[in-house]
């Protein structure tokens, strides 16, 4: 399935002493249809290029109601108006507040295009290999 949803998000990075705006567009793709992503522009990030982040779509939806995640994404809960996403990469470490209805609004509208449950995982993993062996 072909359909590309995008939104732009507000989000807010955590620092020690301020919090800075910071854009984001959330993107899901029906072709890969356990993932999310979020897009940040090139005037956000440190080498000026724009970043990609990648990760579970169960893991942003588990993330909305506790505590989630493991390795280089966390998402949990902040109150009840707010999400943090907690970024990990080998630059260091960003904390990301992201309005939680919007979250659940791009959720949503993700599984009006693959329900859960219904994702073809087969289909997933054969495009996934296809593109790390090169068609080999």
Request: charged residues 20%.
């Amino acid at each position: 399935m072909d359909i590309t949803l995008e939104q732009p998000a507000r989000a807010r990075l955590i620092a020690a002493d301020q919090e800075l705006p910071v854009p984001a567009t959330l993107r899901y793709t029906g072709a890969d249809p356990l993932a999310v992503h979020i897009d940040f522009p090139p005037e956000v990030a440190l080498d000026g290029e724009r970043v990609t982040w990648t990760f579970a779509r169960a893991l942003l939806e588990e993330g909305l109601t506790g505590p989630a995640g493991s390795g280089d994404v966390h998402v949990w809960p902040c109150g009840r108006a707010r999400t943090v996403l907690e970024l990990h990469s080998p630059c260091g470490l960003a904390l990301l507040q992201f309005d939680t209805a919007a979250l659940r609004r791009f959720l949503v509208r993700t599984f009006a295009v693959v329900g859960a449950g219904r994702e073809d995982v087969g289909a997933a993993v054969e495009q996934g290999l296809a593109s790390l062996f090169g068609g080999v």
